[in-house]
């Protein structure tokens, strides 16, 4: 199959196209990125000689008609990704998740090409602390931030495009992932980094927050589930019955690396910070036969922290400036 990635330079999409290269040897892989802050070629080192990288903006439709014309599926991971940079500029997150989406659709839609969509558990808004309930594919949409807002419609676009033009589409929705190449601008690398480099980690608030936390080779791994055996015009959560507390999370990272439990400071709170993400993952698990191969999350927070430390050149370049930014916003 000829495969077209985009946003393969970031976390997910490079960790998808090392999953690619190790798992279909006979694929070919195209990564179309625009080479954000986000993005790092670095991350595709390895895999190098077995893909070709197109520098270029998934909203810019001339080259998109062209590389989607050339494809057997796409997979949209393109995105602005972070809820903080959203807080403090939404208008990328509109152009790239609302207008790159709909250019990557007509594209699609023009060549009766594959796509698959990726989006996120935050297009659900979040849960109370205490409500055993979690999210279900039947969850309505009440996003919180910029961020998943902008996602929210564009999972809307691909469902539109299914429904009025018969576009071949799937849509999956993800809980927080983790694992190697994250941007440390991110929770779990931004507090390895700081320790690494001698600064205190930071929570936000009193960290009661609760994500559900999944490796991202579980995600990656769900997602060719679902490109292989997924139903047309579904939608399918993904998660891997991961939630902790950010406090719960950040405890571990530090007896992890052998830092005193209280060895971090409290900071100011993201406006409309929301309470709780958890997914019900079953219809993927039952349907479609997925289920996660990394879910002890202490044992993949050990690897993890074991990656940033051998690869400290990786992100060593980007912390000055990320703490800094952080630092204006009292954070
Ligand atoms: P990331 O920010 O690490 O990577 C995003 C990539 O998209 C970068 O390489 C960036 O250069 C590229 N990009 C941005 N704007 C672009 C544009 N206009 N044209 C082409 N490329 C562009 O993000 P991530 O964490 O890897 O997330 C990838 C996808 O997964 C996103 O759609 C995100 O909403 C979704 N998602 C993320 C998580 C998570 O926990 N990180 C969970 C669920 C879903
Ligand atoms: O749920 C899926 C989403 O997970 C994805 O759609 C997003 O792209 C991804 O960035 C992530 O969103 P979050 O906002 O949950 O992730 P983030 O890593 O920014 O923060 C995780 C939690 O940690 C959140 O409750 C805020 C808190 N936090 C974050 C940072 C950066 C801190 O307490 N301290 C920090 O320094």
Request: hydrophobic letters at 40%; a negative charge; one cysteine or more.
């Amino acid at each position: 199959m000829r495969v077209l990635i985009t946003g393969g330079a970031g976390f997910i999409g490079a960790n998808f196209v090392h999953h690619t290269v190790a798992h279909r040897p006979d694929d070919s892989i195209v990564v179309l990125d625009a080479m954000t802050y986000a993005a790092s070629e670095s991350s595709l080192d390895a895999v190098r000689d077995r893909i070709e990288l197109v520098v270029g903006d998934v909203a810019d439709a001339a080259l998109v008609d062209k590389l989607v014309a050339d494809t057997d599926i796409v997979v949209h991971f393109a995105a602005e990704s972070h809820n903080d940079n959203s807080l403090r500029d939404p208008s990328p997150f509109v152009q790239t998740n609302l207008v790159g989406t709909f250019t990557l659709l007509e594209a699609v839609r023009r060549h009766s090409v594959r796509l698959h969509h990726i989006s996120t558990d935050e297009v659900y808004g979040d849960l109370e602390l205490d409500d055993p309930q979690r999210f279900t594919p039947q969850t309505p949409y009440r996003p919180s931030s910029p961020y998943s807002a902008t996602k929210a419609g564009s999972d809307l676009l691909v469902r539109a495009w299914v429904r009025s033009f018969g576009v071949q589409a799937t849509i999956s929705n993800c809980s927080n992932n983790y694992g190697p190449y994250q941007h440390i601008e991110k929770f779990i690398p931004r507090q390895i980094t700081n320790v690494l480099s001698g600064l205190r980690p930071k929570l936000y608030g009193a960290g009661e927050n609760v994500r559900d936390w999944i490796h991202v080779d579980d995600h990656n791994a769900a997602v060719w589930t679902i490109i292989d055996r997924g139903r047309i015009g579904d939608t399918y959560l993904i998660g891997a019955d991961g939630e902790a507390n950010n406090k719960q999370v950040l405890e571990t990272i530090l007896e992890l690396m052998d830092q005193p439990a209280d060895a971090y400071d409290h900071v100011t709170d993201r406006a409309g910070h929301d309470l709780r993400y958890a997914i019900d993952a079953s219809k993927l698990r039952t349907e479609l036969g997925w289920s996660p191969q990394h879910a002890d999350l202490r044992a993949g927070l050990a690897d993890t922290i074991r990656w940033y430390a051998d690869n400290q050149s990786w992100w060593s370049g980007a912390k000055d400036e990320i703490e800094a930014r952080y630092a204006r916003a009292g954070q």
